[in-house]
């Protein structure tokens, strides 16, 4: 058995906003405007993780059918109303929902409703991708791809 190694703690806090997010017309080959923004990156944490964002879909847009070859992810939803397509499969969301798209899945979002679709999607890297990337090792430096700061 490995001893226990030390890991030190960052000295800053780092922290997205939503303000920093961008409009993305036809995302994954889909209809309407969403507004994007990357919360936080796996630089931020010594986890497999890839990224926190935050996503607002607006009424009649649809984020189309897309996989992720390196990621899984978790999707959580925050407002609005619509359906997810996971591998075929038709699923209702509302706030409070969580979805889970497993590596290689199929998945889609729309919005059904008459306000955003509001979600935050969490990227983590599988056991099978996460055992060919370095350690992590988190950094205190500003983000100007996520509009991370440290504070």
Do not use: C
Not at 51 to 58: K, N, R
Not at 67 to 85: C, D, P, Q, R, V
Not at 108 to 130: H, R
């Amino acid at each position: 058995m490995e001893p226990a190694r030390k890991i030190k703690n960052m000295s800053t806090v780092i922290t997205g906003h939503t303000d920093n997010a961008g409009a993305v017309l036809g995302v994954h080959g889909g209809d309407g405007v969403m507004l994007w923004a990357r919360l936080a990156t796996g630089a931020h944490l010594y986890s497999d993780w890839d990224g926190v964002e935050w996503v607002a879909l607006e009424p009649g847009g649809r984020a189309g059918l897309h996989t992720h070859s390196h990621t899984e992810e978790i999707w959580f939803f925050l407002k609005g109303s619509g359906y997810m397509e996971l591998n075929g499969t038709r699923h209702d969301v509302s706030p409070g929902t969580l979805v889970l798209t497993p590596l290689h899945s199929q998945h889609a979002a729309w919005n059904t409703g008459n306000e955003q679709l509001e979600y935050i999607v969490i990227e983590v890297f599988p056991p099978e991708i996460s055992s060919k990337i370095p350690p992590r090792r988190p950094t205190e430096e500003d983000d100007s791809a996520t509009g991370a700061s440290k504070n």
